[in-house]
């Protein structure tokens, strides 16, 4: 029992609502309990046989505010420890059961308890015997007038008269979410927590995909009060998207919907969970939490974002699809892990752990271009007239780029740390040089006359990120140096270290006189020379294989111990990793240690798998992706061994045989015209020419218009990586939102205001909530209503470490501080993003959509999300 101060007695009669006496009930102490007063038969169900009043009766004052119940026992020990106060946030509701059983004030309450890692909420009823039924049923309506918020002062005379009628609840629940266990929590937590809150509620299964979205276009929505989720994420997508194919979604939209966590991602209950100022937790605590939350009732407005995504690839209609997201859009590293991690559901949240392992293990890179619009920009639709001209708020990106990139736009991803520079051919290296020099000396200029610093911090993370790198390589150096049989292999660790640690000397006696030029210092010494540029690629490729080469053997012992704790417990990420990265991560003796077998003309590597995988998680390894054409290609076998123990989702079972690996690439350029290259025509059907791919040959560096006949530089949109859900096509309103801020799909962006990005990707992320699971913290400043998407995008070139090291700190959203040049964290009001790999995954809130050209826009406030009495723009429900 949590006994507290002030004394009752110390209330002054303005704040107290209510005071009488009540004997307790049942156990005699009226201690903490977790059954029902009247158990064995729950609330409701009274036994009027049951002894009212045990042999040792406590007797105990009450005191109702605004705030408290006030809890002071009289007798037996009076006194100063005998005091309760019990907060009414922590009540979810409260009764009097009728007759026959006998006059009680029931409270239902959650107090958070501290576990091990985040809060978790513990029911405890309470039962107090009043002298009178009367007395009993004035003092549970004036407790639920509180917990509605109904208007009270102390001469209202409290009746359930006062009392607005019980809200109505439709639960959408799909029994195979997560791990299967969502009826099994609805049996266990969710119902007796609603029914305690008085909530009346419509319970549905659903029984197939799209069911939930078809049961939402169709029901008469006055007659609830909310919608709630018992499920992932994925079902409210369908929801929400339901909502807005009704004729009537402008007022359909604003039915509050909630969501009760049963899947394995639980994003925006993580959200929820957080905005509620709770630690973060899993499972059945952060179920609990949720529930409470929904209970408590306070509503707050939600943006929605409007995705628009290319054709499927098999629809009849050649028009661009659009749909509303709450969550997220994810390209790449992201999508990946979400969709190949389906084979792991069964460990429930660990999936996206073990997920992410194995993709960071075989890393993949994307050629994509982003172009988003920054929030402070004010911009009328495209077609008003332009403003006046000013200079673009693109702050660092294009910031002291001017004159050096002048129309192609992909340049202006050197800065960043995109180094594309490094993928150049020879035959344009020359020029390149000259034109680094002059943009040099025009730096210098301007540093002596300030700066952003932007470049120079960037520069500083780089050297910091190969600092480590140098270390990890150190460290592994000084293993191998105790086994004689790989001397050449530490000579080739400690000659690509020597070089290494002479190029940022180098470069830092540049900087000693140019402050801000170091990444152009780096890019220069790395163009000085091909043949050199390409023996240290090697060396490279072999000195990072050797660092993270996981032996065959020690990953699957490894896997399999980490499976094993899984099962045992779903544990927060960092402690899965921990348990999987304690395996010593080093090559097996047999193992083949993971080298560049072959180089093909245009530079592209062909490496051995890192360690021989089950072939299905058997992909791409990156060596040295700035450098030459990131890709090598590994067939990857459809999933053959899904558990078919299990009934699944369909969608689930389609997800599970993706084959999203990028296919063999040769190095690729782009041709670059005048034309702003910002459409996304690359996969769309109507291509326009200056984006189409060349294959760069060593006799082919001018680029040529035409499309190449190899079917992996075509363009066209492309098979999505696993069949898509199979949506029935719904005609939208005609009056839905417009995207005022984009232009249409197949259309070039404005070039003013906006800010582009292009090259190799690892990873794109556009978030709108808080987490992008329940364990990652992913997008800290966000806020239901903001306004904003907050991308995060990864460039290729980031180590491993760095990329382990960015997810770690995501669980408790410390992740900005990870400084990386190949980092970035924007907002933005709308985005559009062009694959230019011809094949990947991409989702949105966790749904696989059509891999091609997608772009999306917020609507701020759209819809209502219940979030309990977190914030501050509540109502309830
Ligand atoms: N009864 C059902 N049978 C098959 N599929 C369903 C059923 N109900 C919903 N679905 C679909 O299952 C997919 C996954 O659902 P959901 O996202 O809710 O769970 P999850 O994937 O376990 O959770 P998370 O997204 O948090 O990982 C959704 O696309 C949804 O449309």
New binding site residues.
């Given amino acids: 029992m949590r006994m507290r101060s002030p004394d009752p007695s110390s209330l002054s009669p303005s704040e107290a609502l209510l005071h009488g006496q009540f004997a307790s009930w049942g156990s005699g102490s009226n201690s903490n309990n977790n059954s029902c007063p009247n158990s064995p038969g729950g609330p409701g169900v009274i036994s009027p046989a049951a002894s009212p009043t045990p042999p040792l009766a406590s007797n105990y004052a009450l005191t109702l505010t605004y705030t408290h119940i006030h809890i002071q026992r009289l007798s037996p020990r009076p006194g100063k420890e005998a005091r309760l106060l019990l907060p009414l946030s922590e009540l979810v509701g409260c009764s009097c059961p009728r007759a026959p059983a006998p006059p009680l004030l029931v409270l239902y309450w959650y107090p958070p308890g501290k576990k091990r890692k985040g809060v978790s909420r513990r029911r405890q009823v309470r039962a107090y015997l009043s002298e009178s039924r009367t007395e009993a049923e004035r003092w549970s309506a004036a407790v639920q007038c509180l917990l509605r918020g109904v208007t009270v002062t102390p001469d209202t005379e409290f009746s359930r008269s006062l009392l607005p009628r019980p809200r109505r609840l439709l639960l959408l629940v ?5 791990r299967g266990q969502a009826m099994q929590w609805c049996q266990t937590h969710i119902l007796p927590m609603i029914r305690e809150a008085n909530i009346s509620y419509n319970l549905i ?8 979205r078809e049961l939402i276009r169709e029901i008469s929505l006055p007659e609830w009060d909310g919608i709630i989720i018992v ?5 409210l997508h ?1 929801v929400i998207n339901g909502l807005m194919e009704r004729p009537d979604w402008e007022q359909a939209i604003k039915i509050p919907v909630g969501i009760l966590p049963c ?5 925006l209950a993580g959200s929820v969970n957080h905005h509620a100022g709770y630690d973060m937790c899993l499972r059945e605590p952060l179920l609990l939490n949720c529930c409470f939350l929904l209970c408590r009732g306070g509503v707050r407005p939600m943006d929605l974002v409007s995705v628009t995504t290319s054709p499927a690839p098999n629809s009849h209609s050649a028009a661009p699809r659009r749909l509303f997201s709450f969550l997220s859009v994810a390209w790449g590293f992201v999508s990946d892990v979400d969709i190949e991690s389906e084979r792991y559901r069964g460990l429930g949240s660990a999936r996206f752990t073990l997920g992410t392992l194995v993709r960071i293990a075989s890393l993949r890179s994307y050629k994509g271009r982003l172009s988003y619009l920054p929030p402070s920009v004010i911009t009328t639709s495209p077609d008003a007239t332009p403003p006046p001209p000013r200079r673009p708020l693109s702050r660092s990106i294009t910031e002291g780029l001017e004159g050096f990139c002048k129309d192609p736009i992909h340049r202006t991803s050197s800065d960043m740390g995109i180094s594309e520079q490094r993928s150049l051919r020879r035959g344009e290296g020359e020029r390149e040089k000259e034109e680094r020099q002059r943009e040099r000396e025009r730096r210098r200029q301007r540093a002596r006359g300030g700066g952003t610093g932007v470049v120079r911090a960037s520069s500083l993370a780089e050297d910091r990120e190969r600092e480590l790198e140098m270390e990890a390589e150190e460290e592994l150096c000084s293993e191998k140096s105790g086994t004689s049989s790989e001397s050449n292999e530490r000579e080739d660790c400690n000659m690509g270290k020597n070089e290494r640690l002479d190029r940022i000397k180098d470069e830092r006696e540049d900087e000693g006189t140019v402050e801000q030029d170091s990444s152009e210092l780096d890019d220069d010494d790395r163009s000085k020379d091909g043949d050199e540029d390409d023996s240290e690629a090697v060396l490279s490729a072999k000195e990072m294989s050797q660092s993270f080469d996981l032996g065959r053997e020690a990953y699957e012992d490894s896997l399999q111990e980490t499976r094993q704790a899984f099962r045992k417990n779903s544990a927060p990420s960092s402690q899965i990793v921990s348990a999987l990265l304690s395996q010593p991560l080093r090559p097996e003796p047999d193992s083949a240690p993971y080298t560049v077998e072959d180089m093909d003309l245009n530079g592209t590597y062909y490496q051995r798998d890192p360690y021989p995988l089950d072939p299905r998680e058997r992909a791409l390894t990156i060596s040295s992706p700035f450098r030459h054409s990131p890709f090598s290609y590994k067939p990857k076998a459809l999933d053959q061994n899904q558990n078919a123990s299990r009934p699944r ?4 079972l389609q997800h599970s045989q993706s084959n999203s690996l990028p296919p063999k690439l040769s190095s690729l350029s782009l041709s670059l015209s005048p034309t702003p290259p910002s459409s996304p025509s690359c996969a769309s059907p109507h291509a326009s020419a200056y984006l189409a791919p060349r294959v760069n040959t060593p006799n082919s560096t001018s680029p040529s218009p035409l499309r190449t006949p190899s079917s992996s530089f075509s363009f066209d949109i492309a098979e999505p990586a696993g069949p898509l ?1 199979s949506r029935p096509f719904v005609s939208l309103p005609s009056n839905l939102p417009k995207d005022d801020l984009l232009p249409p799909l197949d259309q070039p962006i404005p070039t003013r205001d906006w800010v582009t990005i292009e090259g190799d990707f690892v990873l794109v992320l556009a978030l709108y909530q808080s987490h992008l699971g329940a364990d990652l913290h992913a997008a800290p400043q966000a806020q239901f209503d903001d306004g904003l998407i907050h991308l995060t995008f990864v460039r290729a070139g980031i180590s491993r470490a760095t990329l382990l090291r960015l997810f770690f700190a995501m669980e408790r959203g410390t992740h900005h501080s990870v400084s990386s040049p190949y980092v970035s964290h924007v907002s933005c009001r709308a985005f559009r993003l062009q694959p230019l790999s011809s094949r990947g995954t991409l989702t949105v809130d ?2 696989l959509v059509p891999y091609g050209p997608l772009q999306a826009q917020v609507h701020p406030s759209l819809s209502r999300l219940i979030v309990g009495d977190s914030g501050v723009k509540i109502t309830r429900f």
């Fill in positions: 799909n029994p195979f979410s997560g299964q659903t029984e197939r995909q799209n069911h939930a499920s992932g994420d994925g079902l369908e899947g394995s991602g639980n994003a989702p369909l969608s689930l859900k966790g749904e």
